[in-house]
């Protein structure tokens, strides 16, 4: 069954930063683009980024309001994806989710982010 | 960007009932493959969201056949038949189609 852990959240500043990560199973993960989603406290789903396969060269996408502060990566060894956060904001609190398919068929229980001061 | 609009926002049903959410797109979903990828979600309180429907009509694996999805173009509906206690929570449609991938901003189901 296909399983996706994220973790690394927390409580951090305005302007600091934070990786977190997502660690993926029962899937051949190397040939699955990656995806993160987050919704704020209340709020609806909001697509973040995405990673492509090897073949594709890992691009990557990125959604305006984190394009330039945030970096999505992956490691196929570890079936690890991973999202650097660069600048945080407070508008960038949120549940932040994994998943390897456009339609987001798999979710995880999500890592929780709160930028405040 | 492809702005998705949800109908209703909120709405009530008794159990065993029948219940439409709409979903219109600010721009045709069809992908120049010829597919359409409009997604339903369900997000139970306190849980993540799971997937419900897939390019318009494809029930996700496990999902009850009393889930439906239909619809082309810009225009999309969900008819959730003889509703059960299970099915509260909020109800999102998302397009594949194009960057950046877009959600609709929800329709909470309670029941009566």
């Known amino acids: 069954a296909v399983q996706l852990v994220e973790s690394g959240g927390g409580l951090v500043q305005p302007k600091e930063s934070l990786k977190i990560s997502c660690a993926a199973s029962?899937?051949?993960?190397?040939?699955?683009?990656m995806y993160w989603v987050r919704q704020a406290p209340g709020k609806g789903l909001e697509w973040v980024a995405r990673?492509?396969?090897?073949?594709?060269?890992?691009?990557?996408y990125y959604a305006d309001s984190v394009k330039g502060r945030f970096t999505i990566s992956r490691d196929d060894s570890k079936s690890m994806v991973y999202l650097q956060m660069d600048n945080l904001k407070t508008e960038d609190t949120a549940m932040y989710y994994c998943?390897?398919?456009?339609?987001?068929?798999?979710w995880g229980q999500g890592t929780l982010v709160t930028v405040s001061s | 960007d492809v702005v998705m609009t949800q109908t209703p926002v909120s709405l009530s049903v008794s159990l065993g009932g029948q219940v439409s959410i709409s979903c219109r797109s600010s721009?045709?979903?069809?992908?120049?493959?010829?597919?359409?990828?409009l997604s339903w979600y369900l997000q139970k309180p306190g849980q993540s969201p799971q997937l419900l429907i897939y390019k318009v009509s494809n029930r996700f694996s496990g999902i009850s056949d009393r889930f439906s999805g239909s619809g082309s173009g810009t225009d999309f509906t969900l008819k959730i038949s003889r509703v059960e206690p299970d099915d509260l929570g909020v109800y999102y449609c998302?397009?594949?189609?194009?960057?950046?991938?877009?959600f609709g901003s929800g329709t909470k189901l309670e029941i009566k």
């Open positions: 998943s390897p398919t456009e339609e987001f068929a798999y």
């Open positions: 990673i492509r396969t090897k073949p594709n060269n890992y691009a990557t």
């Open positions: 721009q045709s979903l069809v992908h120049n493959n010829g597919n359409t990828y």
């Open positions: 029962g899937f051949t993960f190397s040939n699955a683009a």
């Open positions: 998302g397009q594949g189609t194009q960057y950046p991938l877009t």
